[in-house]
């Protein structure tokens, strides 16, 4: 069983990835990636494999060999843009319910994508945003490292160890956990490994997030912890 972190008494804040978290984003990341694709003239499908586990230049490098990794970049930042724009967004069962209900000063978003394109998704489900928001601008290193969460945790005024990050992806969790956090996993039929919990939705992690916020007892990790 493994053991979460926060320290009894103390103030409890909720570090929260985005996409895959608390917006529901892939079929977006997919139309992104096969425009990108057909742009370059390559196999749609096998880019965005290899885009969902490395970050864009590293699919470049993968991909698009002889192409200018700036080049590439511009081109999928403008349609990333315009996809905030015009594509269609919805946020995950609970997402507004829990973020409406956290304190204002407890929580924060921390994501691999740029504040614009986050503010102005939120802007399209109707979800609030935080007074704490880490983007990719804000830190030299992005997931798996330990920086983002940690930026945000500083903002805070957090300790690491009073912090809970709630995250979908294998980057993101390891990014938490080498932050010294707790980690929940949400959005998966399966743990990812290493989180603390598992939950298969958002909606099922409501509950126990506020709960993890107000200091709450939480529940026994028996018959919840990963895996089961």
């Known amino acids: 069983m493994t053991s979460e972190l926060a320290r009894p008494g103390a103030m409890r804040y909720v570090l929260f990835d985005v996409d895959g978290t608390l917006i529901d984003a892939v079929e977006n990341q997919r139309r992104v990636w096969r425009t990108w694709a057909e742009r370059y003239g390559l196999d749609a499908d096998e880019v965005h494999r290899v885009a969902l586990r490395t970050r864009p230049l590293e699919t470049f490098a993968q991909v698009a060999q002889g192409e200018d990794p700036r080049e590439c970049l511009a081109a999928l930042h403008a349609l990333e843009d315009e996809d905030v724009r015009s594509g269609t967004y919805a946020a995950f069962d609970g997402a507004s319910e829990l973020l409406t209900a956290l304190p204002p000063g407890n929580w924060a978003l921390v994501t691999s994508n740029y504040e614009h394109r986050v503010r102005g998704r939120f802007a399209r489900t109707g979800l609030p945003v935080p007074e704490v928001l880490v983007d ?47 980690v929940w996993g949400v959005n998966a039929l399966t743990a990812v490994d290493g989180v603390h919990r598992h939950f298969r939705t958002l909606r099922e992690a409501v509950p126990d997030i506020l709960a993890f916020v107000s200091g709450t007892r939480l529940h026994e990790l028996e018959g919840s912890a990963a895996g089961e």
């Open 136 to 182: 990719a601008a804000a830190v030299d290193e992005g997931k798996p490292s330990p920086l983002p969460y940690l930026r945000a945790a500083a903002r805070l005024g957090a300790e690491p160890a009073d912090c809970l990050v709630v995250e979908d992806a294998p980057s993101g969790v390891r990014s938490g956990l080498s932050a010294g956090m707790t």
